[in-house]
């Protein structure tokens, strides 16, 4: 008898533990998700910029709270401060901009006036020196307030569907006259079907790859131009037969500035690729490029096929 009273017990405090142990298991996990809700409604409020500290004792919420506030704190300072930076730099730009557009103007019409008359061959040399410095400048007082702009949003990339075909024929009709100075092929398949693009930016985007191209690439060959359909995207691959590019700079050639150092002799700013980023981006495509050193390079661009 006796043992039936002890396992009757045992069997009590048996059942008596696990049911304080589930009670505390479920007061634990409601904790938990209060804190949890506690920190997501933090967080919401954070992304809304509306957060404001509601506890003020010494519970871990506080504390977490505090840190928050100060986190956001610093975050809206250094935002301040970027944006700040970002309209101080613009605004030089303008300025430059603005203070450099007449002298380049006069720069080019001066020396395209000298190259009338007759000119001595040294004089001559110099007057067409002169003037390719001066185009130079003017492409990269231009670029840089391109970038500038699309960068802060003063310039809008607008993207409505259009012939793909259209697209390219345009950016050929650009880039033709320098490629046939160099004796370069071009060659483009017809494109069938539509994308989304601004006409007058991503025209733009597509020579500053096709003067890429041209400026890289050895007299007598050849670039082709691809058009593949996608269900979302509409692919155009630029191919060329250059120089190619290491791999270990593929990643940096869309950078601002960035310049191989194998073309480092040529002409160049550093600003085409970073604007074809730029331009593609805003209206909701990408670019990738793949190549090999002494094989040329291939350059795809993707559109979207649907308004974003």
């Known amino acids: ?9 045992g069997v009590a405090v048996a059942v008596t ?8 298991i479920l007061w634990q996990r409601r904790k938990m998700r209060r804190l949890m809700d506690s920190l997501n409604a933090m967080l919401d409020k954070a992304i809304e910029g509306s957060f404001a500290e509601t506890a003020f004792d010494e519970s871990l919420l506080s504390a977490t709270e505090a840190r928050m506030a100060r986190f956001l ?9 970027l944006a700040a930076e970002k309209d101080k730099i613009k605004g030089l730009i303008a300025d430059i901009s603005h203070q450099t557009k007449t002298p380049i103007a006069n720069l080019l019409l001066y020396s395209q006036l000298l190259e009338e008359y007759e000119l001595p061959e040294e004089c001559s040399l110099c007057v067409n020196a002169l003037s390719a410095q001066a185009q130079k400048l003017d492409f990269l007082i231009g670029a840089l307030v391109k970038a500038s702009r699309l960068e802060s949003g003063i310039i809008a990339v607008s993207p409505r569907q259009g012939e793909v075909q259209a697209l390219i024929e345009a950016a050929i009709a650009q880039i033709k006259l320098k490629a046939k100075e160099k ?7 017809r494109a069938v079907g539509t994308a989304y693009y601004d006409p007058k930016w991503t025209v733009e985007a597509l020579y500053h790859i096709l003067d ?4 890289y690439s050895p007299p007598q060959s050849l670039i082709r131009i691809r058009a593949i359909p996608y269900e979302l995207f509409y692919r155009i691959d630029i191919s060329d037969e250059g120089m190619g590019i290491a791999e270990a700079e593929q990643s940096k050639i869309f950078a601002r500035f960035y310049r191989s150092p194998a073309v480092s002799g040529q002409e160049g700013v550093g600003l085409g690729l970073f604007l074809v980023r730029e331009i593609l981006a805003a209206g909701g495509g990408y670019i990738k490029a793949s190549s090999k050193l002494g094989r040329g390079s291939i350059f795809s661009v993707f559109l979207p096929t649907e308004k974003r």
């Open 1 to 9: 008898m006796d043992k039936w009273i002890w396992a009757a017990g």
């Open 17 to 24: 533990v696990t049911a304080l142990a589930a009670i505390v």
């Open 73 to 81: 704190a610093v975050c809206a300072v250094s935002s301040r401060n």
């Open 183 to 189: 004796g370069i092929r071009l060659e483009a398949e």
């Open 212 to 215: 890429n191209g041209v400026k």
